[in-house]
């Protein structure tokens, strides 16, 4: 595997499910994030991760949750979500976290919550 | 607040013809900017940067213009080809903001032949 994966690609749950979405890096980066993409809006930050350390929380609801237990790793735990949190879901990964660095990213969850 | 605007959802341009894209931004801390491309079912992937030290800055097809007064910035593709054809975002960021880039909604570019 190379570049950044992500799993799985496509997610249906209801609003009362608990699910992950898992994102892998293979570059060796020191940095990762999560990015959502609703239908023709911008992308949107949610965290940072930095050395397995967050260093941003972008206003997030709690009901989502990320997880980065090593450099090369990240999740996002999903619980009780909204029919309004369908979207793209998108894990980047860059050298550091400086904004200098391109960020690389993975091809995307599509989450659709009924 | 969207600080990033590209106010084209889409562009049509011939192959072999020059694409234009372009992006506004109302944050002056901006000092680094970048162009991602996204074709579908696939991540976006980085095409070209700018520091707002410079004013352009060119890798093989594709030129960045910089504005700083006008807080504008453009992107160049010369000659577009077929396989130019995704949706461009365009990103902005105060260069130390913890990774944080602000993302333009994106403008789909179609080339025919």
């Known amino acids: 595997e190379t570049g950044v994966t992500q799993t799985p690609r496509h997610l249906v749950m209801g609003m009362t499910n608990k699910k992950s979405l898992k994102c892998e890096q293979h570059?060796?980066?020191?940095?990762m994030y999560w990015y959502k993409q609703s239908a023709k809006k911008p992308l949107e930050l949610m965290f940072v991760?930095?050395?397995?350390?967050?260093?941003e929380n972008n206003s997030v609801p709690s009901r989502f949750s990320p997880e980065c237990p090593n450099s090369s790793h990240l999740f996002l735990h999903l619980h009780t979500l909204q029919p309004e949190d369908s979207a793209l879901y998108l894990c980047?990964?860059?050298?550091?976290?400086?904004?200098?660095?391109?960020?690389?990213f993975g091809p995307g969850t599509r989450l659709t919550v009924l | 607040d969207q600080q990033v605007k590209q106010n084209s959802p889409s562009l049509s341009v011939q192959e072999g013809r020059i694409s234009i894209l372009n992006c506004d931004y109302t944050?002056?801390?901006?000092?680094?900017f970048l162009w991602y491309k996204k074709y579908p079912a696939e991540g976006p992937t980085f095409l070209i940067s700018?520091?707002?030290?410079?004013d352009k800055n060119e890798d093989g097809r594709f030129t960045v213009f910089l504005n700083k007064s006008a807080k504008h910035l453009s992107l160049h593709i010369v000659p577009s080809q077929p396989g130019d054809s995704a949706v461009y975002f365009c990103?902005?960021?105060?260069?130390?903001?913890?990774?944080?880039?602000?993302f333009g909604a994106g403008t789909q570019v179609v080339v025919t032949p």
């Open positions: 980047a990964s860059s050298q550091d976290r400086t904004a200098y660095n391109e960020q690389f």
């Open positions: 570059l060796g980066h020191n940095a």
């Open positions: 991760y930095s050395l397995e350390e967050r260093v």
């Open positions: 944050n002056s801390m901006f000092d680094y």
């Open positions: 700018i520091s707002s030290i410079k």
């Open positions: 990103a902005a960021s105060v260069g130390d903001s913890w990774g944080k880039l602000q």
